[in-house]
């Protein structure tokens, strides 16, 4: 049985599901301060793992070591740019199958998995073509 949510944590849960996509801490802060329901940069951050340890919230490291919030609702797969940082999401699951194996053999209770594919997209590699020196 879950723990009563705090007030900061319910605040953040309605934010997530109001914006329907991910945000970083800071973007929910400022978020949160634009709906006058301003609440501290480190409560925002507490709450967010707060609601992460319980399986609510998944976050999501991008280019640049910043974490993306947004509900647990789906399994998240990308392909994500190292140059540019963008992200293109993949709509097939090829490890589902693997994830019940794991809950059954581990007895681990698994919220969601992601799965990233890190790289160049077309756009970095024609950029990148085109400036490399002709030898």
């Given at each position: 049985m879950k723990a009563s949510r705090t007030r900061s944590q319910e605040r953040i849960i309605s934010i997530l599901k109001n914006i329907n996509r991910a945000i970083s801490a800071q973007d929910l802060f400022v978020e949160l301060r634009n709906r006058d329901q301003a609440m501290g940069l480190a409560t925002v951050y507490r709450a967010l793992e707060a609601l992460k340890l319980e399986g609510a919230v998944q976050a999501r490291t991008v280019a640049g070591g910043e974490s993306l919030y947004s509900l647990v609702q789906e399994?998240?797969?990308?392909?994500?740019?190292?140059?540019?940082?963008?992200?293109?999401?993949?709509?097939?699951?090829?490890?589902?199958?693997?994830?019940?194996?794991?809950?059954?053999?581990?007895?681990?209770?698994?919220y969601y998995h992601m799965l990233e594919f890190f790289g160049l997209c077309t756009q970095c590699q024609a950029a990148n073509a085109t400036s490399e020196p002709i030898h």
């Open positions: 399994d998240k797969h990308h392909l994500t740019c190292l140059q540019c940082g963008g992200s293109i999401p993949i709509d097939a699951c090829p490890v589902h199958e693997l994830e019940t194996q794991l809950n059954q053999a581990y007895q681990f209770k698994i």
